[in-house]
């Protein structure tokens, strides 16, 4: 019997929570070093012609102050949490409105959850580190050029975020997009009303963990399911 080549390419807890998903984070964050680099030897080279990229750099820099970053990790987390389950509750509430079963509905990604000791180390590990990165690419590096477009920063957020959740429709499949674009907004205003990255990455690091270790557990005791 020939082999579906479509299951070959298909995205598993196995491909995404291995080495694989390092290197691909090895390359993420050799972009995100890259860019900045790129940027200040433009400047260099013609300060005159570049100073927006040099004000754009130093809008950058501005958001890696570390003066509460515990507080803001701690926050950061909380309010992951609280929007995780707030997520949890709507999509609870979507289920019985369609006459679904929640744990199914709960369960399309099941495919992505890690289920080995290896795989959730590896899951950790990752997500530890492409939430820090993402928000580095999206809410440092593309919202802060994206934000002097408009008088006001919701319309850079709402641009970000629209391609924010396109990017991870993805791996998150269609019906969580709208999550994720919330999630987006929240994060951008919490950059812009913090004026740094700590508290939003918190927030990023709590959503995507609590989504891969609790719920997938949690659903099916709070839904009285096995």
Sequence with gaps: MDKDPKNDLKISASLVWSPIGFYQQI?????????????????SINPIKYQSLYRWLTRVGGLFALENLVLDLILGLLVGTLLSFLFLLLEWLISHIKGESPTERLSRQDELIPQTPVQRRWAFAINLSASLVEE??????????????????????????????????????????????????????????????????????????MNLFIFPKAAKVFFHES
Aim: hydrophobic share 65%; net charge positive; charged share 0%.
């Design 27 to 43: 390359f993420l964050w050799l972009i995100a070093a890259t860019i900045p680099a790129i940027v200040f030897l433009f400047y």
């Design 136 to 209: 580095i690419l999206f809410r440092a590096y593309l919202f802060m050029a994206l934000i002097t477009l408009w008088n006001h920063w919701l319309w850079a957020a709402l641009l970000l975020s629209a391609i924010f959740a396109f990017v991870h429709t993805n791996m998150q499949q269609m019906s969580a997009t709208v999550w994720i674009f919330i999630t987006s907004l929240i994060l951008s205003y919490f950059t812009v009303t913090r004026q740094s990255l700590i508290m939003p990455w918190g927030i990023h690091l709590s959503v995507n963990l």
